[in-house]
């Protein structure tokens, strides 16, 4: 099990790394993290939602990701309260006190989906969730030191240098830990470190008298071009370098899915940057609204800000405006919500679309394949491109305007229109749209050929491809830094 010692610490890339490492080495492998909290979701080929950080350790592995690798799916819709997901299917709406009491009995339904795992795989890189040093939460946890134990897992603690204190907190974390927990861990590992590493060891001489735990590696900071986890992506407080075509996503409060923009921010000559106010904003070739958990709030601080005058006058200039899943919703003339889904009533769209959304407590959860139809405006360059993803809503769009795609489920089925465009307004509700190479050399091409550049030699890279060999790259960054041997006989060894 990958423990931190603070969100952010690398848990996540560091599991990945191991799965892509025991996957090479020939280990059946799987990713396992009981409860994640998260905003950047996915589903799974057999309809059901789970945490994108395991999609991305299960990738790493080799395999299809499976539900069981995430049974507990937490997706704030406010300060104090998530959407409660588990084994992929909407539970409900809690606040953080009443799901603190409930999550006890879900204990079983974690234990269930791990041991299922643990069967058919020879081994399971578990990940923890922020720190097993929160007190205030030990009581009844099922996702840091509670689930060492139910796993019978032997842990290896990151601590995060580039933040600073990385000596304190390593050292802080383990001995606010109960004895039998301290007995857990079995090593610490420095992660994100720039520079020479010689410099460190009077540091971890100390440290590992101290806490009686070896250091077993320093890993050295790594730019990887992965899928983030939540909002304390790096990405998210990029400003952006200038780039030929200059793309600009709004940072919505609620922001979720933000990786669908990844690929797109890959291709030579784009850059992709996300935006927080007007000023921010400035004037980019393409303007992107993308997802969130809250429409209805979302909205309503898009008007406070000056957000939406900013988004109405960019669209009058002829920049082209892309709705994305809620971003989608809000480009259109209503979004109600007579269920009390979000915060009930309706409110006023932008827009800047005709279409009405009607939220249903129905949560739409598919994996599609569809292609562009005809389409005008800037982005006329996107039509016949195919593309895969996925659709992960609560609302239904009717939309007047003419659809901007005909998808498909992936497992078969009817053929059926998806979003639409008018002028150089477009909408879709698929996420992992830009995934696409053809979708993404579509509109690089568009927008450059706007502007006079010449596109011709403009290509995207294939994701999938793009992946591996980051996958790759994290698994030999690990190699070299991390005592492997050792990682080995803890894992033989156990607890």
Known sequence: MIQGTMSNAGKSLIAAGLCRIFRQDGYRTAPFKSQNMALNSFVTRDGLEMGRAQVMQAEAAGIEPDVRMNPILLKPVSDCGSQVIVNGEVLGSMSAADYFRYKKKLRPKVLEAYEKLSSEYDIVVLEGAGSPAEINLKSGDIVNMGMAKMAGSPVLLV?????????????????????????????????????????????????????????VGVV??????????????????????????????VRLPHLSNFTDFNALGRVEGVGVRYALSPRELREPDLLILPGTKNTIGDLAWLRGSGMEAAVKELAGKGVPVFGVCGGYQMLGETVSDPEEME???????????????????????????????????ALGGLSGAGFEGYEIHMGRTECRAAPLSRISPLSGGEVSPDG????????????????????????????????????????????????????????????????????????????
């Open 420 to 495: 639409g465009f008018s002028g150089n307004v477009y909408g879709t509700y698929v996420h992992g749209f830009f995934d696409s190479a053809q979708v993404c050399t579509a509109v690089a091409r568009a927008l450059m050929e706007k502007k006079g550049i010449d596109a011709s030699g403009v290509k995207a890279l294939d994701v999938r491809e793009e992946k591996e060999r980051q996958y790759d790259l994290l698994a030999d960054t690990l190699r070299k830094s991390l005592d492997m041997d050792a990682v080995y006989r803890i894992l033989e060894r156990g607890l």
């Open 220 to 249: 050295p900071y790594t730019r990887l071009e992965l899928d983030d986890e939540d909002s304390l992506a790096e990405r998210l407080g990029r400003r952006g370098e200038r780039a030929a075509v200059d793309v600009a996503v």
């Open 343 to 377: 915060s009930g009533g309706a409110v006023r769209g932008i827009g800047l679309l005709p279409a009405e959304t009607v939220f249903e407590d129905r949560k739409v959860r598919t994996r599609v394949r569809g292609t562009v139809c005809p389409v005008g405006g």
């Open 159 to 215: 601590g995060d240098i580039d933040r600073g204190g990385v000596f304190a907190s390593l050292y802080g974390t383990i001995a606010l830990l109960d004895p039998d927990e301290q007995e857990i861990v079995k090593s610490l590992v420095i992660n994100k470190f720039r520079g020479d590493a010689g410099i460190l060891r009077p540091g971890l001489s100390t440290l590992e008298q101290l806490t009686a735990k070896p250091v």
